[in-house]
């Protein structure tokens, strides 16, 4: 494009020609920064991305590893109940193969069935007393220790006997029961209530005792 011959035309055409000149690389500028910050902005939401998979793979852990907490529990406590029981086993074997210690005086067997029958007598009694109780017992944990202390002194009477095992077998249930009133055993729908069972094994477990001498 020619110049003009007038000076002020030709100031004004300078004058533009500079500014459009300072446009271009203005425009060059801006193009260039624009283009860093989409870039980037890319990058970031890459980054972003890339996090949000890690958080979700180690929730999901997490989520895993919190399900596998019950499991890990209930593998702890059948393992004690299983100690328990082969506990009882080895008493029972123990007490079968020991051979009887030599006669005592006449006294001394007086005074040690004595003892055996009111020893026999106070478990009776803490059972009648424990089955007339249930109704109103709401915590099952409650039960639990009076049976697990019931247990010992059983244990104690007797050196080992069949419905130790079967009190085990409760402690066990009682262990994840929530009231009495769930199922004895939850994987069948016809059995009886946790209360009903306890109260139908307490009439057994006093008739088993009041025939042990």
Same mark, same amino acid.
């Given at each position: 494009?020619?110049?003009?011959?007038d000076p002020t035309l030709n100031d004004l055409f300078k004058s533009f020609k500079e500014f459009d000149e300072k446009m271009?690389?203005?425009?060059?500028?801006? !193009?260039?920064?624009?283009?860093?910050?989409?870039?980037?902005?890319?990058?970031?939401?890459?980054? #972003? @991305? +890339? &996090?949000? =998979?890690?958080?979700?793979?180690?929730?999901?852990?997490?989520?895993?590893?919190?399900s596998l907490i019950p499991q890990l529990s209930n593998v702890i406590e059948n393992q004690k109940?299983?100690?328990?029981?082969?506990?009882?086993?080895?008493?029972?074997?123990?007490?079968?193969?020991?051979?009887?210690?030599?006669?005592?005086?006449? !006294?001394?067997?007086?005074?040690?069935?004595?003892?055996?029958?009111?020893?026999?007598?106070?478990? #009776? @009694? +803490? &059972?009648? =007393?424990?089955?007339?109780?249930?109704?109103?017992?709401?915590?099952?944990?409650?039960?639990?220790?009076?049976?697990?202390?019931?247990?010992?002194?059983?244990?104690?009477?007797?050196?080992?006997?069949?419905?130790?095992?079967?009190?085990?077998?409760?402690?066990?249930?009682?262990?994840?029961?929530?009231?009495?009133?769930?199922?004895?055993?939850?994987?069948?729908?016809?059995?009886?209530?946790?209360?009903?069972?306890?109260?139908?094994?307490?009439?057994?477990?006093?008739?088993?005792?009041?025939?042990?001498?």
């Amino acid at each position: 494009m020619a110049e003009p011959n007038d000076p002020t035309l030709n100031d004004l055409f300078k004058s533009f020609k500079e500014f459009d000149e300072k446009m271009g690389a203005f425009s060059s500028i801006l !193009e260039k920064f624009g283009l860093d910050i989409i870039t980037k902005m890319g990058q970031t939401n890459l980054k #972003i @991305t +890339q &996090l949000t =998979d890690k958080i979700n793979v180690l929730d999901k852990a997490t989520i895993d590893i919190k399900s596998l907490i019950p499991q890990l529990s209930n593998v702890i406590e059948n393992q004690k109940t299983l100690e328990k029981d082969l506990d009882l086993i080895k008493s029972l074997i123990k007490n079968m193969t020991v051979s009887p210690s030599k006669k005592e005086g006449v !006294e001394d067997v007086i005074e040690r069935n004595k003892s055996a029958t009111d020893k026999k007598e106070s478990i #009776i @009694t +803490q &059972l009648y =007393d424990l089955k007339a109780d249930l109704e109103d017992i709401e915590d099952p944990q409650a039960v639990k220790s009076i049976l697990e202390k019931i247990k010992e002194e059983i244990f104690e009477f007797t050196g080992g006997h069949r419905i130790l095992y079967e009190i085990s077998q409760v402690l066990n249930r009682l262990n994840s029961a929530k009231s009495f009133s769930d199922l004895f055993d939850a994987e069948k729908p016809s059995s009886e209530s946790l209360e009903k069972h306890i109260k139908e094994k307490i009439t057994f477990w006093i008739n088993k005792l009041m025939v042990k001498d």
